[in-house]
Structures are given as structure tokens and as C-alpha cells.
């Protein structure tokens, strides 16, 4: 167990809804990373956040957003949902804000549009 | 931006033999190589880490290895048990591009008892 909690585990919804998924980091980190992973496309980092604030920005549709609430848990928001948004997404935490940092991954949110 | 090409995308062995998987990455600024391990159902785990001043670290079967000019790394099990059983992801951290971990594609192991 990472310490990284996750909700939900599962989620199915259909083409053009708007989903949040949850994360709580391990105690004491103050950074979020949110993670696609689909099945052609690997490991897709898409944002970090640190102590609340934006990070770094990978390659995020601009139909997704995340924030990082004052008492750390980070929420990916996820809107007009398309067939090809189907994959895992991971939350991990770390202590610090550079990449270098250990991460601490969740067990993950399964997302199927259909 | 980086790139991390990943191989093989799966590899067999008998449980007893080695395992390497191979990465080459495409910045030369790249410093921090990360390998994660992910089994069915979990999130990736960390399982070892070389920073770009090194150029091997080992931890019990586990080696990886790193050649900065060729712009590899290498991970290395040995004696594989079937627990080994998982799929790989090794990543590079540059610190130019936008502090983020580049992933490979990953390589499903698979550890025949």
C-alpha cells in the first residue's frame, strides 16, 4: 500500500459527461501528479500540482482540469468525455515538487466512456 | 521535448534466468532514470533509480546500468522468481523539460515457473 488513496476504483459514464476523480496523497507529500494510461499510449503525465499550486503541465487536454485543495487532495476533472478518454488514471504524490522526487502511486481509477 | 523508447514491449524467461530490458532516451540533459513496476491491478512502484553521475546500481537482483554517451539504461534482474512477473516502465527526468518524468512504453515480463 503506497499510502496514495484513489476514488472511485471504477467508473462508467457516457460520451460527452463530466467526471471527477479524487486523490488523497500520502501523508506529508506536498505534490500531485495525475497519469493516463491507456492501453496503445503508456504512461501520459498530464499535471502536477505543489502545495496548491500548478507545477509542471504535460500533455493535458484542455477538456481536463485539476486543482490541489488546501489540505492537499487534488481532484482531475474530466469534461465532454469522448470514447478514446477510456483509460487508467493514476494520482502519485511526493514530498517535493522536483521530479526527482520518489512517487507514490495510487491503485488507480479505471474510466470507461461509452 | 523527451523521448523514451522502451524494449523488448514483452519478454519470456524461465523462472532462474536473467532479464534485462533496455531504454534509450533522446535529451542528453536527462540526469535522473527511474524503473517502475507495475502488477496487475496496482499502480507503478518504484524498484530502483540511477542519477546520470552514476554508472550502475545494484540492489540484491537488481541492477540497472547506464551509458551516457550512448544515452541508454539498462535494467537487470537475475535469478527471476515468478513474483518478478509484471510489467517494467523505465523513465528519464529532465529538469529542462518541464519537471516531468517521461515514461517508455513498458515491457510485460513474464517469469515461467
Known amino acids: 500500500d503506497s499510502g496514495v488513496t484513489q476514488t472511485p476504483k471504477h467508473l462508467i459514464t457516457a460520451t460527452g459527461q463530466r467526471v471527477t476523480l479524487r486523490c488523497s496523497p500520502r501523508s506529508g507529500d506536498l505534490s500531485v501528479y495525475w497519469y493516463q494510461q491507456s492501453l496503445d499510449q503508456g504512461l501520459q503525465f498530464l499535471i502536477q500540482y505543489y502545495n496548491g499550486e500548478e507545477r509542471a503541465k504535460g500533455n493535458i487536454l484542455e477538456r481536463f482540469s485539476a486543482q490541489q485543495f488546501p489540505d492537499l487532495h487534488s481532484e482531475l476533472n474530466l469534461s465532454s468525455l469522448e470514447l478514446g478518454d477510456s483509460a487508467l488514471y493514476f494520482c502519485a504524490s511526493s514530498v517535493g515538487f522536483a521530479g526527482y522526487n520518489e512517487q507514490f502511486f495510487g491503485p488507480g481509477t479505471r474510466l470507461t466512456v461509452l | ?113
Open chain 2, 1 to 113: 521535448g523527451e523521448n523514451v523508447e522502451q524494449h523488448p514491449s514483452t519478454l519470456s524467461v524461465q523462472e532462474g534466468d536473467s532479464a534485462v530490458i533496455k531504454c534509450t532516451y533522446s535529451d542528453s540533459a536527462s540526469n535522473y532514470f527511474p524503473w517502475y513496476k507495475q502488477e496487475l491491478g496496482k499502480g507503478p512502484q518504484l524498484i530502483i533509480d540511477i542519477r546520470s553521475n552514476v554508472g550502475e546500481k545494484k540492489d540484491q537482483r537488481i541492477a540497472v546500468t547506464l551509458n551516457k554517451t550512448a544515452k541508454h539504461f539498462s535494467l537487470h534482474i537475475t535469478e527471476t522468481q515468478p513474483e518478478d512477473s509484471a510489467v517494467y516502465f523505465c523513465a528519464a527526468f529532465n529538469n529542462n523539460a518541464g519537471n516531468m518524468l517521461t515514461f517508455g512504453g513498458g515491457t510485460r515480463l513474464m517469469v515461467k515457473p
